[in-house]
């Protein structure tokens, strides 16, 4: 089992930046794809960013490619996603996600919410316009 516990959120203008970070504890970190996956108000929970369990794959819904930019630190086990230029859109509780995958699946990166069994807490992000 693995604990998540997400950090780094505010309020930000238009155009600036956050980084999340995601610090997980428990069981090894490194067989876990994991994902980052946000909710607004009145709005499903949705995709923003994964990276797969070898770290060699990464995927991002449409809305922030270019933006935002998900990674991890191994040593720190740590998730972490680099949030450029952003727009009021983006504002939402963001939530890190994390699931243990056996080897042959490594290089798999996960969207769907339905695919992670650990959830961190979320992390509130504001943008003003």
């Known amino acids: 089992q693995v604990q998540l516990v997400e950090s780094g959120g505010g309020l930000v203008q238009a155009g600036g930046s956050l980084r999340l970070s995601c610090a997980a504890s428990?069981?090894?970190?490194?067989?876990?794809?994991m994902g980052w996956f946000r909710q607004a108000p009145g709005k499903e929970r949705e995709f923003v960013a994964a990276i797969s369990r070898d770290d060699g794959s990464t995927s991002y819904t449409d809305s922030v490619k270019g933006r935002f930019t998900i990674s991890r630190d191994g040593a720190k086990k740590t998730l972490y996603l680099q949030m450029n230029s952003l727009k009021p859109e983006d504002t939402a509780v963001y939530y890190c996600?994390?699931?243990?995958?056996?080897?042959?699946?490594?290089?798999?990166?996960?969207?769907?919410?339905?695919?992670?069994?650990?959830w961190g807490q979320g992390t509130q992000v504001t943008v003003s316009s």
């Open positions: 996600a994390a699931q243990d995958v056996p080897g042959y699946a490594e290089g798999v990166v996960y969207t769907t919410p339905v695919v992670y069994a650990y």
């Open positions: 428990g069981r090894t970190f490194s067989t876990y794809a």
